[in-house]
Each structure stands twice: as C-alpha cells, then as structure tokens.
C-alpha cells in the first residue's frame, strides 16, 4: 500500500510541475491545421527519419495552438484507421434444443 502511496505522490508532483510549463503561442505565419495534418500524415516516417538526423521532426513547434494539434491528431489518426473496431455478433439456434449459441468475431 505505501508503494502505491509514493507513486501516486510523485504523478502528483510531475503533474502539478507540468502544469506550471508555459508555451509561446505562434504567430500568424507559423504552422496551423492543414500543416498540423500533413505533419500528421507524415509523423510515422518523420519519426524514423529524426532518429537518424536532428533537422526533422515529427511535430512543429511553435504552431497556431488547438488547429495545428486537432489537424495533427486527425493525421496520425489515419494511419490505425481512426480507432476504429469492428465486431460481428452470429447467433446460432440449435434446432434440436432450441437454446442459443452466441459468438463474437473480432476483426
């Protein structure tokens, strides 16, 4: 219990000193949503890229604010087709019986 304890202090503390970070806000001519969703698009490859080299990155900085980050965000999100999860549900009636059989197929 006193492990638990201690780390819940410690998230405390890291969250309270993050919250205190301040971050310049960009200017009119700085990255906004449409390069927030090209950046977005291209953040897996920039990543590999920017392990190898220190001039790419994969998120511009500084940026507009929220618009650079939603753009970002739709970007990446193409690429796991947008958390999207499909489930298909077959329920199968014994003829014998009459019970039903239930089964999930996650794909």
Same mark, same amino acid.
């Given at each position: 219990?006193?492990?638990?304890?201690?780390? =819940?202090?410690?998230? #405390?503390?890291?969250?309270?000193?993050?919250?205190? #970070?301040?971050?310049?806000?960009?200017?009119?001519?700085?990255?906004? +949503?449409? !390069?927030?969703?090209?950046?977005?698009?291209? #953040?897996?490859?920039? +990543?590999?890229?920017?392990?190898?080299?220190?001039?790419?990155?994969?998120?511009?900085?500084?940026?507009?604010? !929220?618009?650079?980050?939603?753009?970002?965000?739709?970007?990446?999100?193409?690429?796991? =087709? =947008? =958390?999207?999860?499909?489930?298909?549900?077959?329920?199968?009636?014994?003829?014998? %019986?009459?019970? %039903?059989?239930?089964?999930?197929?996650? !794909?």
């Amino acid at each position: 219990m006193k492990k638990f304890v201690v780390a =819940g202090l410690g998230v #405390a503390i890291a969250l309270l000193l993050a919250s205190c #970070a301040d971050r310049p806000m960009g200017a009119p001519g700085d990255p906004a +949503f449409v !390069r927030g969703l090209i950046d977005g698009l291209l #953040a897996p490859l920039a +990543f590999v890229v920017s392990l190898f080299t220190d001039d790419i990155r994969m998120y511009a900085f500084p940026n507009v604010g !929220r618009w650079y980050d939603f753009g970002f965000l739709l970007g990446i999100g193409a690429w796991g =087709g =947008g =958390g999207s999860h499909v489930v298909r549900r077959y329920i199968y009636v014994d003829r014998r %019986t009459g019970q %039903t059989v239930e089964e999930r197929i996650e !794909r």
